[in-house]
């Protein structure tokens, strides 16, 4: 075995660089080899010299940070490139390989390092691998300026200084405007468009500090005739740098004329329902409305059964352009739930109170819900009405002889309402097909029952948008059961009411308005065979005029009039009394926007025409309790 002084000797005497290196970098032993390339003495313990002072300055980072790194994370590096510096300022190559181990006071480097014929054939190549790399960047440059200059939309291409460097026929043909006008110059805007909509300097910042912008919809060119949705992206080069910007347009000219097309169709449709109501209800009310105070009187028993014809008739018109100016409505996308106090008890009653002329000579017991239904509820009321009239009527349609019943319970943050008939009953399998627009039980030219097919489907529309949903059980022959469930928030369960809640339509004072002379001589003899003292108006105008100068109780409303309107009016009512007395609209428009303005404008019911005398007073007589009611517990 050698001793450790002959080992030392040959290793002083290797014919390749040989040191000891701490973990701060200090030469702790180098050969007689290495000690030439670093212009040091062999076996000296230079520990104020460290192997960095030796090399070049970009050799000291790679020392710093890449033989670190390695050493690291697997304790070995195997040939890193380096370069030597010696005394007379010549730059010598050498490829160093390192591994760490464990000395007696720690941790220490071994290297090897020998002279590198290899780099210097690397550098001799390197000014043909420049040109090739050049030449390959050159290409990269030709394929993106072609495709900037065929890309298909509007495209600018930027340096870091916002200054174009490529610009799209795209972009010379929408605005008119050549590309060698606009590269090397700064660009302002993807479009021009018009300062007060972007902050484009913003945009710029934001997008050259690495966040790709693009519009949140779109915008109006300031300089052609179009609009645009844009996007500025950042693009980066080979050492991942932020280059400068890509500036896109996309035409949307043609979707947005479609959209405005679309919301304009929409508008007029919705004129077009909103005025259809009114020319069809209003001239039905008047039809109807002498027929209610025909009923008051005794009559042969062959005009009684006429009248009831009649009266059943106008029932099914009056429901059936309900149905479809909803349908439309709910199709359209306009119906937004809207929830309010409403009594359960009331609008049970409302429902079946419209759907008795229904029944027409029939044998049909019509029901409804015990006492314990009278609770208060937020919920959407009018959605509601409309779904529980569908369902009844669609009981009474169906149901020759026995009962239509109507209950309700309130259960999990929700009316669950149940309605039950006794009629011919369907095959529960077709429920799903029932609920589809259009769709009839029978549609033979021998078929029983009409119908436009749109009961069902309007009321499964309605329970879904307002988070309901519809439920059924049928046994042909036996009859049928429908749920809808619906949610709701308790405001208050059955109690005690206050003898001042009690108020009847007797011996107060009501203004009735309306520009047709029919519908307020009904409103007049209705309300005044029960005692109350009835002052009649033909437009808003004369009303406002009249609540100047009297005190009224109750005032119903017409809404569509002339000279001025029922809205202006009751807007205009309210603004004039401290405690204006509270209004009912009695209008032929009464498609939810409709309901949700008069209700805006101060209406605290809305009943739409032709309305039945049993309604109105049921109306009345529930309006005239809530108010007499707060004004009790106000005082």
Not at 12 to 35: E, K
Not at 108 to 124: F, G
Not at 488 to 515: K, M, N, Q, W, Y
Request: glycine share 8%.
């Amino acid at each position: 075995m050698q001793s450790p002084s002959v080992l030392l000797d040959l290793l002083s005497q290797a014919p390749g660089g040989l040191g000891l290196v701490d973990p701060h970098g200090r030469l702790l032993w180098l050969n007689d080899y290495l000690a030439d390339l670093l212009d040091l003495h062999a076996g000296d313990q230079a520990e104020d010299r460290r192997l960095v002072d030796h090399l070049t300055p970009a050799s000291r980072i790679m020392v710093q940070t890449r033989l670190r790194q390695e050493l690291a994370m697997g304790g070995r590096l195997e040939e890193l490139a380096l370069d030597v510096l010696a005394s007379n300022g010549d730059r010598i190559p050498v490829m160093v390989s390192a591994a760490q181990t464990q000395g007696t006071e720690g941790p220490l480097i071994q290297l090897c390092v020998s002279r590198a014929p290899v780099r210097r054939a690397y550098e001799a190549a390197a000014p043909l691998a420049e040109k090739r790399a050049e030449a390959e960047r050159r290409s990269a440059r030709d394929v993106i300026s072609a495709f900037v200059r065929h890309c298909p939309v509007p495209l600018i291409m930027t340096d870091a200084d916002l200054v174009a460097t490529g610009v799209s026929q795209a972009w010379e043909k929408t605005y008119g405007r050549p590309a060698q006008d606009m590269v090397g110059q700064r660009v302002d805007s993807p479009a021009r468009a018009r300062p007060a909509q972007i902050d484009w300097p913003k945009v710029y910042a934001r997008a050259l500090a690495g966040e790709a912008m693009s519009s949140e919809g779109p915008v109006r060119s300031a300089l052609v005739d179009m609009w645009f949705e844009w996007a500025v992206i950042p693009w980066r080069d080979a050492e991942g740098a932020i280059g400068g910007l890509l500036l896109m347009n996309f035409d949307v000219s043609a979707l947005v004329r479609a959209r405005d097309a679309a919301a304009a169709a929409d508008a007029a449709k919705s004129r077009f329902l909103a005025n259809l109501s009114h020319e069809l209800r209003t001239p039905l009310n008047s039809v109807l409305a002498p027929l209610e105070l025909l009923r008051g009187h005794a009559l042969p028993e062959a005009a009684h059964k006429a009248l009831e014809t009649v009266a059943q008739a106008g029932a099914e018109v009056t429901r059936r352009i309900t149905t479809l100016l909803d349908f439309s409505q709910l199709e359209g996308g306009g119906f937004t739930p809207q929830s309010s106090p409403l009594s359960v008890r009331t609008l049970c009653d409302e429902v079946l109170t419209e759907c008795a002329d229904l029944i027409g000579d029939r044998p049909i017991v019509l029901s409804g819900p015990d006492t314990g239904a009278d609770v208060q509820v937020s919920a959407d009321g009018d959605a509601l009405k409309r779904i529980l009239i569908q369902l009844v009527a669609n009981g009474v349609k169906f149901t020759e002889t026995g009962a239509v019943s109507l209950d309700v319970q309130y259960e999990d943050d929700a009316l669950v309402f149940t309605v039950a008939d006794t009629g011919c009953g369907f095959d529960i399998d077709s429920f799903d097909a029932l609920v589809r627009p259009f769709h009839q039980r029978d549609v033979t030219a021998t078929r029983k029952h009409g119908g436009m097919g749109l009961g069902l489907a309007l009321a499964d529309g309605l329970a879904r948008a307002v988070g309901g949903e519809l439920t059924a059980q049928s046994t042909i022959g036996v009859g049928s059961r429908v749920t809808l469930r619906a949610p709701a928030v308790l405001l208050s369960t059955p109690g005690v009411r206050s003898a001042a809640t009690d108020a009847e339509p007797a011996a107060l004072r009501i203004l009735a308005v309306d520009d047709n002379p029919a519908n307020l001589a009904v409103l007049n003899a209705v309300l005044a065979a029960t005692g109350a003292e009835v002052t009649c108006a033909e437009n808003g105008l004369e009303a406002v005029e009249l609540s100047r100068s009297m005190d009224f109780d109750l005032v119903l409303m017409d809404v569509q009039m002339p000279v001025m309107d029922g809205l202006t009016a009751m807007r205009t009512i309210r603004a004039e009394h401290p405690c204006p007395p509270p209004m009912i609209v009695v209008s032929a428009n009464v498609s939810r926007p409709e309901v949700a303005e008069a209700r805006a404008a101060g209406a605290v019911e809305v009943l739409g025409k032709p309305v039945g005398a049993a309604v109105l007073l049921q109306t009345v007589g529930a309006v005239l309790q809530a108010a007499a009611e707060q004004a009790w517990r106000a005082a």
